[in-house]
């Protein structure tokens, strides 16, 4: 079947743009709309075909669930969402838990309540058990945190793998002294997290300062508190892994206003690479996490399971991160 | 009545840690519970006696209609907005738009099809007159732009002068030549900004150049992109007035690559004070738009639609701004 893309790569231009045509959204200009129309006719391209087949769907609506919507990975993995629903001519419902209990089990009822044709869990505050109950009204799909116990579809990357690559860089850049921050504790994201930072820990010998261990940080006002938490300890790390940019960005601001250089005193590795890793100075080192296709891949999957309305089973999508080196730990070429 | 704010005050706690605690959130610590549970008593107050008098209406959701969630704008916004509503046992459903006609008229059928008690608009694709036709289904509330047509309250502030205020602190710093970004042709925010631009132009009798007005502009690439089209003018402006902080950051983030200074060369000023402006050096002069209080009030002004059941009509809720003053547009210092 031709996709959008064939239809961006046929045109010269983005799938983005080329979505924007078929939306008839207002600033584009007439150049590119004769690009698209052409190379959908060279394609025999029909838009709105899944969307025919999806008809017999009641709401043609998907709820996403996130936690908090300023944190611009959940934003950006919504973007990705959106581009591949609104190509199906599917809706998104954004549903932010604001990491609370009773509203994510007022979100999961959509699905009883059939307001919704599926759900997507970007992460999760209810126990597992409890969120499988829920797979008896509707598809769910897990995009990001994951559990095997839920026995549907997760998509996500190796945040193990991710942790033990980001300490082992700082242990290659020469830091011996290495603090570790995150946000929710019981996330199948800090677990996994913890595990390759420690991975990494064990296998060069270093300690695990239990003082250097930072819980409940998401954001730069957090992370400026942690920076302030860490100056004052008597014995100070020289290097942190965060779970995070936005608290990595936090820190480095008040480490510049405390004349503590970043990386020499203290190098820090933040993860997502939003774009604030790349606005700060000195750039932060981090873990590219692959937001689009994730959010892609987990919409895809919902519209699969949607069309087909096969049964749901544990199935795992891991998809590739990339460590992303810029001045924040680069300890060499500052010594 | 006592309020969540009274609660906050006599616990020495912010409103948002007394949410925390009456949302059972896992991350708060015994000592602030106690905080917390000390001051509801002393001051009688029932967390949930909003909802019980709003328990006649239906789905006990407001839906958000935002353009898009990678704008940190939005985001900030529905926060506000969401703080309120969950103090009000409402839950929110947020629906992005993505600058496309065909979407916006979906979500605002929620309205029609009773899935929603109530809509909130931070901005429109569609003409005035089609969005009014669905105040007969349900309380309609505007925040951000705004039309009188609609007839419905509007929370905003005054684009017009802070545009106004922006240029003229441009012109106090010397500059003469002075361009101007903005996204949506059509939305009253973009008119009344340029509304204001053109005023303090004129007060000065400074050019107003027509290739020194850019237009669709939204985010740090097209502000890359903008400052290259501004560099190969063969005459060049010396400051640029943003529509908003994120083509302001690529536009500082492309000058410092050409070696273009910043302000020296070009003063830039953003729009909305987002965290990106105090990351990126130099820091960026902005309007500090009042986006937690436009969306408290906001999501309160639907509250008592909903409450009072009053007939709705246009009312204007207009808000402070703030400009900021940052390196950006510092030239005295500089020169």
């Known amino acids: 079947m031709t996709t959008i893309a064939d239809v961006a790569k046929m045109a010269g ?102 307001q919704v044709d599926g759900l997507i869990l970007t992460s999760s505050e209810n126990d597992w058990e409890i969120i499988t109950e829920f797979t008896q009204y509707g598809p769910i799909v897990l995009c990001n945190e994951y559990s095997q116990v839920v026995n549907v579809p997760a998509v996500r990357m190796n945040n193990t793998e991710a942790a033990y690559r980001a300490t082992r860089h700082l242990i290659e850049q020469g830091c011996r002294k290495i603090a570790y921050s995150y946000g929710e504790k019981k996330s199948s994201v800090a677990l996994e997290r913890e595990d390759g930072f420690r991975q990494a820990l064990k296998e060069h010998s270093l300690p695990m300062n239990k003082s250097w261990i930072i819980r409940n940080v998401y954001d730069i006002e957090d992370g400026r508190g942690a920076l302030n938490y860490l100056t004052k300890l008597s014995e100070r790390p020289d290097a942190v892994f965060t779970g995070s940019d936005q608290v990595a960005t936090g820190m480095i601001m008040e480490a510049k206003k405390q004349n503590i250089h970043v990386p020499g005193d203290l190098a820090i590795v933040g993860f997502d690479d939003q774009p604030i890793a790349s606005i700060i100075e000195p750039g932060l080192t981090t873990i590219a996490q692959p937001i689009k296709q994730m959010g892609t891949r987990a919409m895809e999957t919902m519209i699969e399971v949607i069309l087909h309305k096969r049964e749901l089973s544990y199935q795992e999508i891991l998809l590739p991160f990339e460590l992303i080196v810029r001045d924040s730990t680069n300890r060499f070429s500052f010594n």
């Open 13 to 114: 231009l983005s799938r983005a743009t080329v979505s924007r045509v078929l939306n008839n959204h207002p600033n584009v200009t007439e150049e590119k709309k004769r690009l698209v129309r052409d190379a959908m006719e060279r394609l025999n391209y029909v838009p709105n075909s899944t969307a025919q087949r999806l008809r017999n769907q009641k709401t043609d609506t998907i709820a996403i669930l996130v936690p908090v919507l300023t944190n611009p990975f959940f934003a950006y993995l919504l973007e990705a969402m959106d581009t591949v629903a609104t190509e199906n001519n599917l809706q998104l419902l954004v549903c932010q838990t604001r990491y609370d209990r009773e509203k994510e089990l007022n979100f999961l009822s959509l699905l009883k309540t059939k």
